[in-house]
């Protein structure tokens, strides 16, 4: 029963530095979706992907990329970080419906 | 532009008393209502839902209200409970429709802080 899994669960970069956070989820879910967690300001949306090999963009897509190669794993890539990219970030897997939706518990990054 | 709304950042009740947690949305076409509650240092876990064929759902001390004409559902919790003390997200879908299909909207949070 491991639902929705995420690596690494911290990570420290400096600035400038690539990265790849990982998540699989094992409920055969259609959508899932990226989500950074700030202070005062919820979970804003970073990417989101209906099916295997699609995606689109979130509320706040710059400086990310993502990538759906199949349908279990969906991962989101920081190719130049920046300090305004620490955050808490969580992967979340939905039925195509999005009638039950289930979260990771989530990578703490911070960018030095 | 955000669809769901919680404009309540926080909330503090006596422990006992109800917990009455508010959200807006304006997309007409969801029909399909979450609530998630999240802890600190932990991802948020699934709450309680509502279609909108309903406008209520009862599940032990948590009750969520659906008011579809004015776009509002609010979520209660009686008695609250000092271990209810967390984020609260509220969440929507438009469950079969077209291009929203399969995306979830959240709206900010709120904390609710319950003190004994």
């Known amino acids: 029963n491991a639902g929705v899994t995420q690596t690494p669960k911290f990570q420290v970069l400096k600035t400038g530095q690539s990265m790849t956070l990982q998540c699989a989820q094992d409920m055969n879910h259609n959508s899932m979706y990226w989500y950074r967690q700030d202070p005062g300001m919820g979970l804003r949306l970073i990417y989101y992907s209906a099916s295997e090999g699609t995606t689109d963009k979130g509320e706040v897509p710059n400086g990310y990329n993502v990538s759906r190669l199949n349908k279990r794993e969906f991962s989101l ?5 920046a300090p305004s990219q620490t955050s808490v970030y969580f992967c979340a897997s939905s039925s195509r419906e999005a009638t039950e939706a289930f979260f990771g518990q989530g990578t703490r990054l911070t960018v030095v | 532009d955000q669809q769901v709304k919680q404009n309540s950042p926080s909330l503090s009740v006596q ?15 969801f029909d399909y209502f979450l609530w998630y509650k999240k802890y600190p240092a932990e991802g948020p876990t699934f709450l309680i839902s509502i279609s909108s064929i309903k406008d209520k759902n009862e599940d032990g001390r948590f009750t969520v209200f659906l008011n579809k004409s004015a776009k509002h559902l609010s979520l209660h919790i009686v008695p609250s409970q000092p271990g209810d003390s967390a984020v ?5 879908s438009a469950s079969n429709r077209g291009s929203t299909l399969g995306r979830l909207y959240f709206g900010r949070g709120t904390q609710l802080t319950v003190w004994p």
């Open chain 1, 77 to 81: 890539r920081l190719e130049s970080a």
């Open chain 2, 88 to 92: 609260y997200f509220c969440a929507a």
């Open chain 2, 15 to 29: 422990e006992g008393r109800i917990s009455i947690l508010n959200c807006d949305y304006t997309n007409s076409m």
